[in-house]
């Protein structure tokens, strides 16, 4: 079975510039996460979906944030215009109803 | 608003030994699970261990156990005979419907 699919893994870029981050979940998962890391605030959660509607988006930092989920197997976190304070691990995670995260192998953004 | 506390930043145990990471969370849920993630250097984040709040019984998966005191709400995790290979990042983690992460704990499992 495949697990949580990410890319890109490193991505670096420069202030201004619009950035696309992709997450493809566990098939058959109808729960969908995006968390970003730093080291000062850890994991903190963005948004998520349930059913491929957004059901909490009040962890998304500004409104430069968007994430959609067209579908059960595709999810997209949009920075635009992206900023050098974005700079951050970002991982996307699924589940089944109640069971655990399964996590992407993140995605690392750089901005400069 | 659920929060999740870790309040140990940075721990450091000789090989062998037996360690714990505190948890401690707050909500007004009853039904709801918790977890602990480790993330090695290769920042893939593990499940470690997970325990559903109606269970009393102590979740246990090989040397890794916890103490879920659900009145307290603390859910700590022991490792026993720790090995170099458990050197990572902790996390606890909460569940009710949305999934939160305590700020976690960098273990050094020393030679």
């Known amino acids: 079975d495949a697990g949580v699919i990410q890319s890109p893994r490193h991505e670096v870029t420069e202030m201004g510039q619009e950035v696309t981050l992709r997450c493809k979940p566990i098939s058959g998962h109808d729960y969908l996460f995006w968390y970003r890391q730093t080291m000062m605030r850890g994991l903190e959660l963005l948004i998520y979906f349930n059913n491929n509607v957004p059901i909490d988006d009040s962890g998304m930092p500004e409104d430069r944030f968007s994430a959609k989920m067209p579908n059960a197997s595709f999810s997209t976190l949009k920075i635009q215009p992206s900023e050098p304070r974005d700079s951050a691990v970002y991982f996307c995670a699924s589940t089944k109803d109640a069971g655990e995260l399964f996590f992407g192998e993140g995605s690392r953004l750089t901005v400069l | 608003a659920q929060t999740v506390t870790q309040s140990q930043p940075e721990m450091s145990v000789q090989e062998a030994e037996t360690v714990t990471l505190s948890c401690t969370y707050d909500?007004?849920?009853?039904?709801?699970?918790l977890f602990w993630y480790k993330q090695p250097p290769s920042r893939q984040m593990i499940l470690v261990i997970r325990?559903?709040?109606?269970?009393?019984q102590n979740a246990t998966e090989n040397r890794f156990s916890v103490n879920f005191q659900k009145a307290a709400k603390s859910f700590s995790l022991k490792i026993s005979d720790s090995q170099l290979g458990d050197t990572a990042m902790y996390f606890c983690a909460f569940r009710d419907d949305k999934i939160i992460f305590g700020k976690g704990t960098r273990l050094h499992i020393l030679p």
């Open positions: 325990q559903e709040a109606y269970k009393q």
């Open positions: 909500t007004s849920e009853s039904n709801y699970y």
